[in-house]
């Protein structure tokens, strides 16, 4: 199971373009990439998945290097509803034991 | 389609007191786990099912009980309530125990315990 890192909060203006990074150093070759946004006092909710290099949907872009050992959500323009916990997840379908480790996110805060 | 549905989505229990969390979803999805959320903390997992009659511990698995007789239903039990187990309880489903599968979560159930 891949462990990930990724930083526990940001802060950004409205209007911004806002980058988290999650390191995921151990990630073997069939891991797959998912991001998850968690709005307060909701569960989370699917944004993005990827294997390598660019995905991109109406929400955000994931940018994953060829190494594929980190991984970028990059959220353009985020407004004040963009305010939520993103959590990185890595693995695929051949992980034992616990499943889904969400870990505790990065809580990124939008201000005006 | 409803999605994933829990009931209660507020409960107060008395120590010692003892209830079941209610998880439904109407996809047909195999995989159904259970997560409490503190203050402050991600997600833990507590229990998960890979299918109907099949159920299996989490990170945080003890003073809870879980049965799947159904793909539908994933209720989960608290024995005995304490204290501790104040927290934020997630439901959640997909269609396989799969990284690649989108994870889908239920409105969540805030218990307290007095």
């Known amino acids: 199971l891949a462990k990930t890192t990724q930083p526990i909060s940001m802060d950004s203006y409205e209007g911004q373009e806002v980058n988290i990074t999650c390191s995921h150093n151990n990630i073997a070759t069939n891991d797959y990439i998912t991001w998850y946004q968690q709005f307060p006092s909701q569960g989370p909710r699917f944004i993005i998945q990827g294997y390598k290099t660019k995905v991109k949907n109406e929400v955000a872009s994931l940018f994953i290097p060829a190494d594929r050992k980190s991984s970028t959500l990059s959220l353009p323009r985020v407004s004040l509803s963009d305010t939520a916990v993103y959590y990185c997840?890595?693995?695929?379908?051949?992980?034992?034991?616990?499943?889904?480790?969400f870990g505790k996110g990065t809580s990124l805060l939008v201000t005006p | 389609n409803a999605g994933v549905t829990q009931t209660p989505k507020f409960q107060v229990l008395k120590t010692g007191q003892s209830m079941t969390l209610q998880c439904a979803q109407d996809?047909?999805?195999?995989?159904m786990s259970w997560y409490r959320q503190d203050p402050g903390m991600g997600l833990r997992l507590i229990h998960y099912?890979?299918?109907?009659?099949?159920?299996d511990q989490g990170e945080v698995p003890n003073g809870y009980n879980v049965s799947r007789s159904t793909t539908e239903d994933f209720p989960l039990r608290l024995l005995s309530a304490a204290p501790s187990q104040t927290s934020v309880y997630f439901c959640?489903?997909?269609?396989?125990?799969?990284?690649?599968?989108?994870?889908?979560f239920g409105p969540g159930t805030r218990l307290t315990v007095l």
């Open positions: 959640a489903s997909s269609y396989n125990r799969d990284y690649k599968d989108t994870q889908y």
């Open positions: 997840l890595v693995g695929d379908d051949s992980n034992s034991g616990y499943a889904l480790n």
């Open positions: 099912s890979v299918g109907a009659g099949i159920t």
């Open positions: 996809m047909n999805h195999e995989y």
